[in-house]
Structures are given as structure tokens and as C-alpha cells.
């Protein structure tokens, strides 16, 4: 089967989506599919690799949302897709793309949906009261719902917003290169290059972006060291607030070192710290948080998101926004104890696992029959 992924909000420096994308079009191409993935950027092309293939289109930059680009022409994008000749599509953006629903009903072409965001949990992040973004996000869930064939949620508190307003959903766990992450990235001389010998390191892996509220982790450290803590924080990421956390962490031993391309560096950088914060309370998975386990380190995660269930023992849930005392509960648990506890916790999560939940949810075996002839994808249109 061709399978044709289509995504918005994807940048070179996108993290927990591109990461996902990667993974699931690399399992459809071992699987036996031929994945296709169609994605914005600054100029057109079309190039082949491990997940398959890669057609991006012109989209504008979105302004104030660090680098992010739409697909804005919808002709152009249907004109594509029909080129593509997809069995099967999957699109990972319910708002912008909303309309591919529509389009594949029209052509007779199976199409899922994934919710890799709430929109019940932005709406409140973004400050709309809580009886108007509920009517909103149930109205908006309602219409994706109807676009799409099937709606692919990646934890139980993401699928909430559509099981309350009646509406089945398939559950499918993200995975996590446990590999690239694990305990023995452990390096001592990494985590000196931030901290001393007596230092708390503590590591936040986001997107810099409000919605993330990557503010949370220098309030933390902030709290941590007048409480006689000695922490430090590395920033790992990037995005549109950077500027605005650079200011707040004046005097403090904050260290941003960007987007962190390199997987095995992020992998070594999680495993050489003591906790890592995940602040994000709108999160239906939290990749990152779960790359952090699977290199033995607990995780400190926003009550408010979909994290609880996903960390569950191996990290400390916190409700009310004070993540300083959730550091010194993980502090204080046995650092083997809690380390075995995290990496015992990701070997819970892998992706074999989750590219066959998501061939289930297309209707497919998670091994394809052999191939059979079939068109030729025509040029970029």
C-alpha cells in the first residue's frame, strides 16, 4: 500500500513530530509499504531516504513561531496528493489540513487522522475561558471526527476531549529509540562541561515556545537555589521565546545550547543529567520525556498533561506548577533506585509496537503482501 503522511508545523527543527514521522515512515517501509511523506519548507523538493519518500512544497513562515511553515495552497496540495496516488492517507495537522479529510472521502481513499496536540489543553494554556474553549474544542473535535475515517490518539488524556462528545478513537503509544537512549550515554565529562562535582544538573529538552512554558524550568532552578539547591540548568531547544528566557535566566547558571541536532549528544546530555524537566502542559505524549527515561533519568513532568500516564512512578506529576519541590522528591529517591526505574519504565514504549497500532488503525497487517505493480508518482506539480 502507499501510505501518503501529510503534516503542517514541521521545521528542520522540529522535534518530538519529525522524530515520530521518521520512525513510523522508516516501519511502513519495513513493513513492506511504500511511505510517502509530504511536508512544507522554503523551496520544493523531492528526495528518497530510510522512511521513504520526501516531497516537500513551498510554504510560507509562519511569523512568531520560530521557523514553523504551512502548506497554504490547498490546489497545489491536491493536485500532489492525486498525483501521489495514496491508498491510504494519514495527516497529522486537524486545523490547517483539516480539509484532506474531505478530499480523500471524495477520491474513495482511507484517511486517518493523528492527534499529536489537545486542542481542549491549548485553548486553556492560551487563556480562553474554560466554557468557551470546551465548546470550541468539542465543535472543532466533532468536525475532524466527520472529515477523517479513523482518529489515531496517542495516550488516554489525549483521547478525552473526543470520547467525551461520543467519539471512538484508536490508541496508539509512541516508541522510542531505546538504543540511541540509554543509560550507558552516562558521561562524565559532559556533565561537567555545566556542572560542578557537587551541582544538581537539570536538563529541559522543549520546544522555546509559550505554549511549552520552557519558563517553568528557570523558575525551578530559580526556587531550587534559594532553597540551598545547587542546580544547574542546560537548555536544550529552540524557538520564538528564546530572547524572552535569556532574560529571566540572567544570574542564574542557566546554559542554552539550541536545537541539538545530533541524537547520540542529546541521548549523552539526558543520561548525564539528575532530572530533566518536561513543563509542558499540553502534551498528549511527550517524546522527549520519554528519551530522558529510556537514558535512566526520572522525569519531572506537568500534572496538567498527558505525561502522568506516560511517566507514571518513574517521574512526579506536578499539579500546581511547583516543579522545584517535584526535583527534590526525585532528589531524594535512591539515584539507582531511580534510575532503574526510568529506563525500566521506556522499555515499555518501542516502535515495532507503535508502527503496527498505526497500520491497525489504516486497516493493515503489520507485515504488507508483496508488492504489486502499480503507477508511477508523477513530478512535483
Not at 543509560?183 to 529538552?205: E, F, N
Not at 541524537?263 to 543529567?273: G, I, P, Q
Request: proline content about 6%.
Amino acid at each position: 500500500m502507499r501510505i501518503v503522511r501529510i503534516a503542517n508545523f514541521v521545521a528542520a527543527r522540529s522535534g518530538g513530530l519529525r522524530t515520530a514521522l521518521r520512525h513510523l515512515g522508516e516501519g511502513y517501509q519495513a513493513a513492506g509499504h511504500d511511505a510517502v511523506l509530504v511536508v512544507p519548507g522554503e523551496r520544493d523538493c523531492d528526495e528518497q531516504g530510510a522512511q521513504g519518500r520526501i516531497v516537500t512544497l513551498y510554504g510560507p513562515r509562519l511569523r512568531g513561531t520560530g521557523g514553523y511553515r504551512v502548506l497554504v495552497d490547498r490546489r497545489r496540495v491536491a493536485r500532489r496528493l492525486e498525483s501521489l496516488a495514496p491508498d491510504r492517507l494519514e495527516v497529522c495537522d486537524r486545523t490547517t489540513l483539516r480539509w484532506t479529510g474531505s478530499w480523500a472521502r471524495m477520491h474513495g481513499v482511507r484517511s486517518v487522522m493523528v492527534s499529536h496536540e489537545s486542542v481542549a489543553a491549548l485553548l486553556s494554556v492560551w487563556r480562553v475561558p474554560r466554557p468557551a474553549h470546551r465548546r470550541r474544542a468539542d465543535a472543532l473535535n466533532l468536525r475532524t471526527a466527520i472529515a477523517y475515517d479513523r482518529v489515531v490518539c496517542t495516550t488516554a488524556w489525549a483521547a478525552q476531549e473526543f470520547t467525551r462528545i461520543g467519539v471512538g478513537v484508536d490508541r496508539v503509544a509512541l516508541g522510542v529509540d531505546r538504543e540511541t537512549f540509554h543509560p550507558a550515554r552516562h558521561d562524565p565529562a559532559t556533565r561537567s562541561g555545566y556542572a560542578g562535582p557537587g551541582d544538581v544538573l537539570v536538563v529541559c529538552g522543549s520546544r522555546l515556545s509559550p505554549e511549552k512554558q520552557p519558563q517553568r524550568a528557570i523558575e525551578a532552578v530559580l526556587e531550587l537555589r534559594r532553597d540551598g539547591v545547587p542546580a544547574v540548568l542546560v537548555m536544550a531547544g529552540d524557538g520564538p521565546v528564546l530572547r524572552a528566557l535569556r532574560r529571566r535566566a540572567r544570574g542564574l547558571p542557566v546554559h542554552f545550547v539550541g536545537f541539538v541536532e545530533d541524537r547520540v549528544r542529546l541521548a549523552t546530555l539526558f543520561a548525564s543529567a539528575d532530572v530533566v524537566i518536561a513543563p509542558g502542559p499540553a502534551e498528549t505524549f511527550g517524546l522527549a520525556a520519554v528519551e530522558a527515561l529510556a537514558s535512566g533519568t526520572p522525569v519531572v513532568v506537568s500534572g496538567r498533561s498527558a505525561l502522568p500516564e506516560v511517566v507514571g512512578d518513574a517521574g512526579v506529576a506536578v499539579p500546581d506548577g511547583d516543579f522545584a519541590a517535584a526535583v527534590r522528591t526525585v532528589l531524594g529517591r535512591d539515584e539507582r533506585d531511580r534510575r532503574h526505574a526510568a529506563r525500566a519504565r521506556a522499555e515499555g514504549f518501542g516502535w515495532p509496537a507503535a508502527v503496527a497500532g498505526f497500520l491497525a488503525a489504516h486497516g493493515l497487517p503489520p507485515h504488507a503482501a508483496a508488492p504489486a505493480g502499480r503507477p508511477a508518482v508523477g513530478p512535483l506539480a
